[in-house]
């Protein structure tokens, strides 16, 4: 049993080489403008979740779109999951304005990551 619930998946990142032309077709599937419009990245907020177009990801080790769990204590889930058998492919960084991610492999090697807001 789980001792640190997850607050569902709310975010998918999209390994992308071509940043504008992504952009438009993710417009065009989403019907709204991006929400966070950077070199670094584009991120859309749609139907109550943050699809996020990440330039380089291939480059960064994505090589198929990563869905994120959102968690209250990110080192607590990332302690459960690696007790279970899990393991962790890139440990707890910051990504800027106090968000925490992580990501980790199941047993078959899909990516899966964690997101905790401050």
Do not use: C
């Amino acid at each position: 049993m789980s001792t640190s619930p997850t607050q569902g998946i709310q975010t998918v990142l999209h390994p992308v080489s071509d940043l504008a032309a992504a952009k438009d077709v993710y417009t065009a599937l989403l019907g709204v403008a991006p929400s966070t419009d950077e070199p670094y990245y584009v991120g859309y907020e749609a139907g109550g979740q943050q699809i996020g177009l990440v330039p380089g990801g291939a480059e960064q080790g994505m090589t198929a779109p990563v869905v994120h769990w959102h968690v209250r204590d990110i080192e607590a889930k990332l302690a459960e999951v690696t007790a279970a058998g899990a393991k962790v492919k890139d440990g707890t960084r910051d990504v800027g304005g106090g968000r925490l991610v992580a990501t980790f492999t199941d047993p078959d090697g899909n990516v899966l990551g964690l997101i905790q807001d401050r």
